[in-house]
């Protein structure tokens, strides 16, 4: 399999999104006539991942982690504060409004909530057809026709055309929101939790539902997801954030079956296994071995030192406060950013 | 706290220069750019019979020429300090607060203002403190009793209150308990020092139909914000620990409903000059709405700059209390 | 401990009875389990029609087990918890049916009286911590009040009790936290304290709505493990409810699959997991991506979306997404399937035979192992 490089001199050939030292600082100001800068907000700091062609990359990580914003930069929704991303071979990051107009048909972005991200008050043809509109799209068959079409691929009814949103359960909501962004053949979508607001049948329906369309329209995903299961299924390649940064990324099969940073090793030990409870001889629940992290991830706003992952982490030692550890191919395609990986045969 | 405090005063003061700028700009430089000359600005202040030399004499004393912003250093400086006048030999001393001299009675402006300040601060207190519990002790039992005659009843009332100008119902008021009943005859403000039972028997009537327009207000918000507010998470927090009802009520809803409350009642509270301007008219009460009548009526560009001073202090000064107390009431806000 | 769950109520069964016969009567409460429901009813009228957001559910929780319910959203699993506690208090809402706490009816009780266990027996902690903490009071205060309104102490006393609370559900530093608001705290913490207030008095049942929802992965691991904890030091019962088979996996001894406010299948957390006979359950267990399994290509979803409970449909309200219903000759559009009995505290709710539903789950996990084949990796 391919190996992706985060260097962007050295951009292969499949990748079709290549993003490196992306960083999103947001000033936290106080007062209304006489703003003071009180702090940063470093939400996004130095992140690096290749995007293959026609593949899913998952990005994982627990809340406020930096995961919308790392997606809305990508889809450039926001300025990055630094780093590069480029798209198909072009720099894309500080294209102006003007310039943007092609890229926005090639990279679309899904939203998480499937009740706020459509407006109430229009038509499902009117939602599915907008992006027709702004693009001053002419299709052959008319736009009402390619709108049910579109809407025939998402599996919803052609009938469905002149129905609002709130006529529609969640699934098929979010089902809308798809057929919204396909409307222009993107290449690129970027979902944002697009099934975990969804409940479990139904997040099944969605998920193959993007399967599908990608295997039959050829297309690339970056999938954002908090929950690891609904990643492994989807992904090919995974990256794991944490507070801002980058902590590993590999391919599915290495990250999930020899995971090396302590924070990946933790985050899979917590997903609640559904296997039935198991109970001693006296009784009480069978615990399996458990790496159980202490506290809540710190605040971005004055992360901790170094390795952010320090004050969490059962193995940090001195120079996990002072020496940020940089991101290393422990293995081939597998990236960790830590001073002691797990998983990781001692240095001979 | 502390800090918060600070930077709340220091904002209050900015904010009353702002003010005072734009009040000064609008009575002084707005006549100019509506073509008034000097001249014919100063011949408001010379009384009946003005010659060409008085209305120049008096041009050059109250330095009418002078530059606009010379003139917003003065006007600022008399309010702070005083100023001193020259009217022919004399030298009249106008102590801060000092807005000038009345056109029409010659009298300095502040101290007429003073001595109508009772009334009006008589008929406010009295109001707000009639409004904010009728209103809210109305709101409430409406939201518990959602549905009922009762909360039909309060909210149909409360829609007239809110549509019905005051100088209306206050006039029906009069004609039926002062001239017909003779419950409260001849309206009239007397001193709550002099006598208190006959200053709260007088003030009654302009109290509660001063008190109606706000209550009716006051009723629908704490209905509104009532209903919201039971169906939040903390309230079946609250009844799932097992609290009477009663408990629930006040001390857990009616503590939320209450917050904005306050804010509203304070900003109402600094801007009722506008009610009691309708109400002292209807009444014939001497206070400062009428004050603001009369000036306004004889175009006495003094007392009308001044009265307006004062209003946009107490507005001002309003807003600071009800950021003060948001901040006592919502520990969110402090930190 | 075994001798309790044998003892479950078995009014609804009217399939073959494999344990030994107990009573058959609803009309008493057994004394062995602390909790016992039966046929729970409840309904609230609205503009749209009447929402039968409880349709019949039936099932008992003894001191020291925890029983789960799982279900989609709107299935009726927080209306069931919440008329437990008696906390629907809106006009619109009608309970029927039997709930007894310790022996003691609560449905016919008076208001005053349930209002009395609520917060001392019975206690609830809810899904959004930040939501269902008052912002204006300290969480000492707020734990404090639960603890003031059921025990004649002081309020130094009840202070010097949230503190000791906070340090029982793992606040570092309680005696300086217990002053702080709850905006203060993180997501972990909040609910923490929520589990601190549902303790304070000691309660012998605990429900717990969606506990975890609102947390982080790793978050959630540590509340999990606490309420598994406190449970073994108070010993209580405990109801949890969530959406999420993982969560209930961790703690559930029982669990109840609900599904359009009925009762689908009940049984032990091995029952459902390695034998559930239920359609709908095994459309959960399908659709649903298992870190613990070797990774399929593709999940298995439950087709259409869960009905509307002001027209649920006729006879079994799963019938217009399952894929059996076919097979029963149109019983299952006309006649409602009861529980029924299909192995020692084993309940099902469907028209298929014990001998379809094996044969039927068998295959579907035949059919899932060769995909496992054929995915690439873990
Ligand atoms: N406009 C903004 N101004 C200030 N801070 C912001 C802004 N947008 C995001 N942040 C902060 O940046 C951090 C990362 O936010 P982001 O929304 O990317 O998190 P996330 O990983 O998507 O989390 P979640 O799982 O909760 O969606 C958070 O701490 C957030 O509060
Ligand atoms: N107060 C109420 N009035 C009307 N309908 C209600 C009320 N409370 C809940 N419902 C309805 O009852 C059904 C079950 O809700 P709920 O128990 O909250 O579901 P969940 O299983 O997700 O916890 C839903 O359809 C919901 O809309
Ligand atoms: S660098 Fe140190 S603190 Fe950071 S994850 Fe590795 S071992 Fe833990
Ligand atoms: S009763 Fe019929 S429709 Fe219902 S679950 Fe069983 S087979 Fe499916
Ligand atoms: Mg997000
Ligand atoms: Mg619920």
């Known amino acids: ?348 | 706290m502390i800090a918060f405090l600070i930077r709340r005063l220091l904002a209050t003061i900015v904010l009353l220069i702002v003010v005072s700028a734009i009040t000064f700009g609008i009575f002084f430089l707005l006549p100019r750019l509506a073509g008034q000359t000097t001249y014919g600005l100063a011949t408001q202040y010379v009384g009946r019979n003005p010659t060409p030399a008085t209305i120049h004499q008096i041009e050059q004393q109250l330095g009418l020429n002078a530059p606009v912003i010379e003139q917003y250093g003065r006007f600022l400086r008399a309010i702070v300090f005083g100023e001193h006048y020259r009217s022919g030999p004399v030298v009249a001393y106008c102590p801060p607060p000092c807005f000038g001299y009345s056109f029409k009675s010659e009298l300095p402006v502040w101290p007429q203002m003073v001595s109508d300040m009772p009334v009006t601060a008589s008929l406010a207190i009295g109001a707000a403190a009639l409004w904010l519990i009728g209103g809210v002790a109305v709101g409430i039992l409406s939201a518990l009793r959602r549905g009922s005659i009762w909360d039909r009843l309060s909210m149909g009332v409360a829609l007239a209150g809110v549509s019905l100008p005051p100088f209306f119902t206050g006039l029906i008021a009069l004609e039926l308990f002062s001239y017909k009943w003779s419950i409260f005859p001849n309206v009239q403000y007397v001193g709550i020092t002099q006598n208190p039972l006959l200053w709260a028997k007088n003030l009654v009537l302009p109290w509660t139909v001063l008190a109606f327009l706000y209550a009716a207000l006051y009723a629908r918000l704490t209905r509104s914000g009532m209903l919201e507010t039971m169906t939040e998470d903390y309230i079946r927090t609250a009844r799932a620990k097992g609290l009477p009802e009663r408990t629930v009520i006040i001390r857990h809803a009616l503590r939320a409903v209450l917050t904005p409350i306050i804010t509203i009642f304070g900003m109402d509270l600094g801007l009722l000059l506008g009610g009691a301007i309708l109400i002292e008219y209807t009444f014939s009460l001497h206070g400062l709405g009428l004050f603001t009548i009369e000036a306004i009526n004889n175009q006495d560009l003094p007392e009308i700059l001044g009265v307006t001073m004062l209003a946009a202090f107490f507005i001002v000064f309003a807003n600071l209390i009800v950021d003060i107390l948001y901040s006592v009431a919502d520990p969110r806000v402090r930190t | 401990m075994m001798a309790g769950r044998r003892d479950r109520a078995k009014s609804l069964v009217t399939g073959p009875e494999p344990g030994p016969e107990t009573s058959t009567d609803a009309s008493g409460p057994r004394r062995s389990s602390l909790l016992e429901v039966s046929d729970l009813r409840i309904q609230f009228s609205t503009d749209d029609g009447v929402v039968k957001a409880v349709d019949g559910v039936s099932f008992t929780v003894d001191r020291g087990r925890t029983l789960g319910i799982v279900g989609e959203s709107g299935s009726g699993k927080s209306v069931t918890s919440l008329g437990i506690m008696g906390l629907h208090s809106g006009g619109n809402a009608r309970i029927s049916g039997k709930i007894w706490l310790d022996g003691e009816e609560l449905v016919d009780a008076s208001p005053t009286r349930v209002r009395q266990l609520r917060g001392s027996k019975m206690a609830m902690i809810f899904q959004d911590p930040l939501s269902a903490l008052h912002p204006y009071y300290t969480v000492g205060y707020q734990i404090a009040e639960a603890y003031l309104i059921h025990n004649k102490v002081g309020k130094k006393a009840a202070r010097a009790h949230a503190i000791e609370m906070l340090e029982r559900v793992g606040i570092p530093n309680p005696q300086a936290r217990v002053d702080d608001y709850p905006h203060q705290f993180s997501g972990g913490m909040r609910q923490r304290t929520m589990i601190a207030m549902a303790l304070s008095c000691d309660p012998e049942l605990l429900i717990a709505d969606e506990p975890t929802t609102a947390l982080d992965v790793t978050v959630q691991a540590q509340i999990l493990d606490l309420i598994s904890e406190l449970q073994e030091e108070f010993h209580s019962a405990v109801i949890i409810i969530t959406h999420d088979l993982g969560v209930v996996a961790e703690l559930a001894d029982d669990i109840m699959v609900m599904y359009a406010g009925k009762m689908a299948e009940y049984g032990t957390s091995e029952d459902i997991f390695n034998r559930p006979g239920h359609p709908y359950a095994w459309g959960l267990l399908g659709s649903m991506p298992r870190l613990d399994q070797a990774r399929t290509d593709r999940l298995i979803p439950i087709p259409g979306t869960p009905p509307s409970l002001i027209n649920v449909p006729s006879g079994c309200p799963f019938h217009p997404r399952c894929s059996y219903a076919a097979t029963t000759n149109g019983r299952c559009v006309s006649e409602v399937p009861l529980p029924r009995s299909v192995g020692l505290d084993h309940e099902v709710a469907c028209h298929l035979s014990i001998d379809e539903q094996r044969q039927n789950w068998a295959d579907l996990v035949a059919q899932a192992a060769p995909a496992a084949s054929h995915g690439e990796d873990t």
């Open chain 1, 1 to 348: 399999m391919q190996v992706t490089q985060p260097d962007p001199a050295r951009v292969s050939s499949t990748a079709l999104m290549s993003v490196s030292g992306l960083t999103k600082h947001f000033p936290v100001t106080r007062g209304v006539i006489f703003q003071r800068r009180v702090g940063l907000v470093r939400s996004v700091d130095d992140v690096s991942f290749d995007v293959a062609r026609g593949e899913t990359l998952g990005i994982v990580g627990e809340s406020g982690c930096g995961k919308t914003t790392t997606a809305r930069m990508l889809v450039r929704l926001i300025e990055p504060t630094a780093g590069q991303i480029m798209f198909d071979g072009r720099d894309i990051t500080h294209l102006r409004a003007g310039a943007m107009r092609p890229l926005r048909r090639e990279v679309q972005m899904i939203f998480q909530d499937p009740y706020s991200s459509l407006n109430p008050r229009h038509t499902v043809g009117a939602i599915v057809g907008a992006p027709f509109r702004l693009q001053k799209v002419k299709t052959e068959k008319g736009t009402k026709q390619s709108v049910q079409e579109l809407l025939e691929l998402v599996g919803l009814s052609p009938e469905h055309y002149n129905r609002y949103p709130h006529e529609f359960s969640g699934g098929q909501r979010q089902r809308i929101g798809i057929a919204r962004t396909l409307a222009l053949r993107p290449k690129l979508i970027v979902a944002d939790e697009p099934v975990s607001a969804l409940d479990v049948s139904i997040q099944a329906q969605v998920i193959n539902l993007l399967a599908d369309l990608q295997a039959e329209l050829g297309l690339t995903y970056v999938i954002i997801a908090h929950d690891l299961s609904v990643i492994r299924h989807v992904c090919d390649e995974v990256a794991v954030m944490y507070l801002g940064n980058l902590v590993e990324r590999a391919r599915r099969a290495d990250l999930y079956e020899r995971p090396r940073h302590p924070y990946t090793v933790a985050l899979l030990s917590a997903v609640p296994r559904p296997e039935p409870l198991q109970r001693t001889q006296d009784g009480r629940r069978d615990r399996r071995e458990r790496i159980r992290l202490t506290g809540d991830v710190p605040s971005p706003l004055n992360p901790p030192s170094a390795c952010r992952f320090h004050t969490r982490c059962w193995k940090a030692q001195e120079v996990c406060r002072t020496v940020p550890p940089p991101l290393a191919e422990l293995a081939p395609g597998h990236y960790v950013a830590c001073h002691f990986p797990e998983n990781t045969p001692a240095p001979s």
